[in-house]
């Protein structure tokens, strides 16, 4: 076997690096194309968009969300029992490149939906995939935290890149006549993902053995006859852990996704977004928390080697999501103090100071950074091997869950008066935080162990 890109070592592997700016181009061309989708379907007919309502286009929006989160689930079952990762992994991009450009045609919310479907199809090839490759790409498992830290800066980068540009080409560069560029927009989209499937297939010689083929018959040069085990005691209680996780995952990114349409309306009705001759666009608080994100990767990265070089060993991956939880909870309390600023209950005259709502994504960043990388490695660490990419997909699908309902949970909430609401928030996630560090133990006792010793079978 190679073994140029599994060999542990405290300088990364390229193929770390190559899987990294595989993220980015794909992030990039899903956040602006999810920002784009929503403003492209309410914006007037005359404007170039569709027209249509403010709620129909939530849940078109939503879907997008969603099913690009279920879909990983299917994609990772054909990459652990037919065909190697690496190449479904190009694949996807290219179904999503033409997804991306059947939006920029689109003339009716049934071709965005169309849209929709490829891009979450093409998702399903690509995301989770890639992420248990760079699982692979580690023999250590005590680096793959630092990793994954470091890799979801390169994932914000992305994010930062589009979602910073995409309002300047779709209302400035590609605007004619009154006319906004939202079919440019989406073909920008889909052009990144061509040139992400592009990349991956000259890169990935970068790869050694890793993903070249099903991930049940581990990562070797040859095809070996596989031997259909039963789960050990161990790895049935490894994936209750990961089910555990994944339900407070479902917590985390119902209220993480609902945030941007609790700040988007805050911040058009209450914020004074004029910065001088500039106005601050609702897409830029998606590129603000691309930013924190990838200042604080490397920044948590160190954090998580020095933790785990000490004598007691690493803070519990239990913990860690318990604080994210506390951080996303404390990130809704700026908002109860932009409203305290300006006046509770006045009129939209009075406007708070966007200091709020970046605060609002400092917090909010710090709560996905300590929350959703982590995710990931501990999945990568602890799932039984010849069902890796479905417990990613597990951990994908919580998501899939959230992004299917955090629209229905902003309508419940704007039932509430604002303040009853974003006080309500966050006592939510402190008690779920709360459950987190009160059952570290037993939650812990879960994963630990070594498949040596538990050989026995289960019946």
Known sequence: MNDVATQPSKKRPASFYFCSISFTFERMAYYSAKWLLYVFLIAAVTKGGLGISKGEAAILQANLVAYTYLAPVFGGFIADRFIGARYLIPFGAFIMAIGYYVGSIGTSPGMMNLMVFLVAVGTGFFKGNLSAITGQLFDDKEELDAAFSTQYSFVNIGSLIGTTIIPILVYKTFASNGTFGFSQGFLFASIICFICGVWFIIGWRFLGDAGKRPFKEGKVE???????EPLTKLEKKRVLAIILVSFFSVIFW??????YLSVYDYLERFTNTQMGSIKFETAWFDSLNGLWCIALGPILAILWM?????????MSLFKKLGIGLLFLGSSYLMLIAAEFQRGVGAGEEAKASLIWIILFSILLSLGEMFFSPLGNSFITKYAPKRILSVMMGVWIIASFLAGKGYGY????VLKFDMMQAYVGIPIVLIIAAALLFIFNNK?????????DDHAEKAN
């Open 409 to 412: 949970m902003y309508a419940f």
């Open 222 to 228: 040859e095809k070996k006859d596989a031997v259909k």
């Open 254 to 259: 119902l209220f993480w996704y609902m945030s």
């Open 443 to 451: 939650f812990t006792s879960l994963v630990e162990g070594n498949e």
């Open 306 to 314: 020095k933790l785990s070089a000490r004598p007691q060993g690493d």
